[in-house]
């Protein structure tokens, strides 16, 4: 079994920043990536992030890059996802994501909501 632990959602208002944690555990060993997407209400879920365990490379989709900033710890099993510059459009669940040996294991999702 693999758990995936989110946390730092919330409200912020437009241009504001949150910084959102997972926390991987069980049965982590194989652990090739770790990522975050997101879904808004009425929309399909989307790809936002996503880090290499190994070599860190990062990617992310076009709407966030230069906003959002994924990294990851390996030492303490946990992905990172700093978002600054925050806008209405970027509310949505996030929702960690980890590939291990291949198969992908989803977290319970954190809510993250832009507004005044």
């Known amino acids: 079994q693999v758990q995936l632990v989110e946390s730092g959602g919330g409200l912020v208002q437009p241009g504001g920043s949150l910084r959102l944690s997972c926390a991987a555990s069980?049965?982590?060993?194989?652990?090739?990536?770790m990522g975050w997407d997101r879904q808004a209400p009425g929309e399909e879920r989307e790809f936002v992030a996503a880090v290499t365990w190994s070599g860190g490379s990062t990617y992310y989709r076009d709407s966030v890059k230069g906003r959002f900033t994924i990294s990851r710890d390996n030492a303490k099993n946990t992905v990172y996802l700093q978002m600054n510059s925050l806008k209405p459009e970027d509310t949505a669940v996030y929702y960690c994501?980890?590939?291990?040996?291949?198969?992908?294991?989803w977290g319970q999702g954190t809510q993250v909501t832009v507004g005044s």
């Open positions: 069980g049965s982590i060993f194989g652990i090739t990536a």
């Open positions: 994501n980890a590939n291990v040996l291949g198969r992908l294991h």
